[in-house]
């Protein structure tokens, strides 16, 4: 019996492989986690949008009003398309306020379906595709775009909308005493 023969390895080792992994690629640090974007269009977007709607429903109807409300209203979808490709219900409300709202609706239930741990991953490079992330993202800075530029609007229509956007935001443990502290 030869020495040498016992030393060597009775098996190569497994080389890893060249090919890249959707799931151990890392993630892209310029998109947001989906768990944010989702949290975000439902609060505080949401919550703003339906302020700035009753806003324009109770102050005079102005074309540049209508108009930013029907543009939001399709950033919306474009986001629910761009995340799912499903459509939602074909009949939508007629009222502006509630189609936006089942609109948002529609699109957090498509950002639902996503799987959140690999849609910030960079997909491997040898399916010569590009991430999902990256549009989904970009849809939705369209949406928050759409809901300044209405906020702005509105601003010059209803001058008090600033404070009914802030209320809420901040509540107090202790209220403030009645009488003078000095």
């Not at 890392?26 to 974007?37: A, I, N, Q, S």
């Not at 690999?118 to 999902?132: A, D, I, N, V």
């Not at 990256?134 to 601003?155: D, M, Q, S, W």
């Not at 209220?175 to 000095?182: D, G, N, V, Y």
Request: hydrophobic share 40%; glycine share 4%.
């Amino acid at each position: 019996m030869n020495s040498t023969l016992a030393t060597e390895p009775t098996e190569k080792p497994a080389t890893p492989s060249l090919l890249e992994t959707w799931g151990k690629n890392e993630r892209m640090r310029h998109v947001p986690p989906l768990e944010w974007m989702t949290e975000k269009l439902d609060r505080d977007l949401r919550r703003r949008i339906e302020k700035l709607c009753a806003s324009a429903a109770a102050s005079p109807s102005t074309e540049p009003v209508e108009t930013e409300l029907r543009a939001l209203g399709r950033s919306i979808d474009r986001l629910a398309d761009t995340a799912k490709y499903t459509r939602g219900s074909n009949h939508a409300p007629a009222d502006i306020a509630a189609r936006i709202d089942a609109a948002i609706t529609h699109a957090i239930s498509c950002l639902g379906s996503l799987d959140a741990s690999l849609l910030g991953r960079r997909y491997p490079y040898q399916t010569l595709e590009r991430s999902k992330a990256e549009p989904i993202y970009g849809a939705f800075l369209v949406v928050i775009e759409h809901v300044h530029r209405l906020t702005k609007l509105i601003r010059a229509v209803d001058s008090r909308i600033d404070e009914r956007l802030l209320e809420g935001l901040v509540t107090l443990q202790e209220p403030l005493r009645e009488q003078a502290i000095a």
